[in-house]
């Protein structure tokens, strides 16, 4: 059976939204109304999900993303001609599934000539868990760290930064970072050195993706060059001293 | 005929290369090199990082370059291994959305293939029959190669420990000399003496694999060399030893080469990989193929270290052959080793 028609008016627009920056692989296709308020939390409700592919394997990105692009656009009823804009999780995350999210976004849209805006990837989640008024977002972020930032009514307050868990809870314990709930990846897994309670929005969305970019989107911004959120410099040492004896001195 | 995009971010080097019917129409580089100086090596993380700023300005500068545009883009061909994993990440990712996103086929191909399909961009096609001396800071390799996509690839040998481009590394550290050791040995060694130092010319002995290759004890040679210089106070005179050490490798590199041809009654020799853009394995590369009857076909040095203008060659090489194209689900192979150009879809075992 052919995949059904979508037709397009003028009043909308198809987004491919790409998150790789965690340990699930998300991509999907949005409609984001002409219309919509440039306010991602009062856009977000007027954002419809077209298509949406997840699978949770810190392995896969590079294998699944551009297929789960085709899929999408297919499942949307579209042709990769029709999108007007990508948006892309630019974390912060572990390094390669993030850098191939983003190659992967930028990529598409220098192919499709249209604009790339990114986001940070915990407004992903953070949009999303909007029912307690300050919810603390954290991702894994490896290495025993947790990727975070803290959401009041659904807007970021602040950049995200990085910390290991005890040293987070040792800041919500001081009251130095004030949270009624947690939510994310990263919170699950070190749910009880956290100890706040947990909402179940584990890893960003398609849909609070796409509304946090509404700003650029509805003004057609001009495109983005993507610069991922690492927050950690590479391990990389310096060498330093003299060299060994060859000598076996 | 199809414009071939190719795309090569194995390690350092971020390649985009235009390739039609054999013809290179425009490439472009961006290299994280500089950033890599202070360690003294490639520092993976590093690279990897700047290939995902480099790569959609390469793709605009080659493009540029050939006067084309994506719309112009038939096929793409990128570098799926070996090489730095979370480098290659990068150029994957970017090579299946391009194809995914203009709907052209997508080929996953091996990295030292390209390096022996660039000659062919500034030689034409290979004989029949050559053998391939692919020499860099990741490989030291002599191949047996017939038709390159068609037909397999055979490894002949690997070093057994270091790359001879890891030693010219290795070795300028030991002289104080900057990194990449490679231009710099090459420079210091102009003004020296090559027969000051008889370093040795590793696995020649009578009992030796004839056709094996091995840089880690070369290198601690010079090492212990130059350490019983310093402590017995006396001067490094360091470009009587950049010589001296260069001409052990190519001295060794260029004997087993022609030994190869010998033993597989080939004809032609290629020399390609960053070490290939030396100037005494040239040298004695031609001098000795001339003395020996052989055919020597060395790239110019801009094709001979990482570039994207090679995997485009090895791309277009495939869409000649009507290959089919790789699936988009292809994965990286950092540690592949070369049997067939095309990673995922060999040709049918002969």
Redesign the interface.
Known sequence: MAAPTLKLGSLLMLVLVIDASSAAVTVGVVDVPADAPADPMAALPRLTVRAQRTVIDARA???????F??ESVDEAGAT?RDLGAVVAGIGPGP??GL??????????A????IAVYGVCSLDGIGLAARDRPAVLVASDARRKEVYWARYVDGRRDGDPQVHRPADLAALLGAGEVQADAMTGAGARMYADALGLPMLDVDYPGVAALAAAAVPSLVSGAPTE??A?M?LRQ??????SGP?K???G? | MTLVLGIETSCDETGVGLVEDGVLLGDALSSSMLEHV???GV?P??A??A???A??PA??EALAKAGAT?ADVGAIAVTAGPGL??AL??G????????????VPLYAVHHLAGHAAADTLVHGPLPAKSVVLIVSGGHTSLLLVGDLVADPIVHLSDTVDDAAGEAFDKVA??LGLPYPGGPAIDAAAASGNASAVAFPRPLTGRNDPPLGFSFSGLK?AV??HV??LA?AGAPVPVADIAASFQEAVADTLIRKAIAACRLHEVGTLVIVGGVAANSRVRALAQERCAAGGLELRVPPPRLCTDNGAMIAAIGDLLVRAKAAPAT?????RPSVQLRWADLEHPPQEL
């Open positions: 990105h590079a294998e699944l993303l551009s297929t692009a085709r990769m390094y390669t850098r191939v999210g983003i190659v992967t976004a930028a990529a598409f220098d192919a499709l000539g060059i993507l991922p690492y590479p391990d990389a040492e310096v060498p060299a004896s060859t000598l001195l | 202070r360690f003294g520092v993380e590093i990897a990082r290939h995902v700023q790569i959609v793709v605009h994506l994993a979370t990440h990068v994957v990712a970017a090579a299946k959305a391009y194809a995914t996103a203009l709907s550290r030991v601690t090492a212990r350490e019983t402590r988009l689900t292809v994965p990286v």
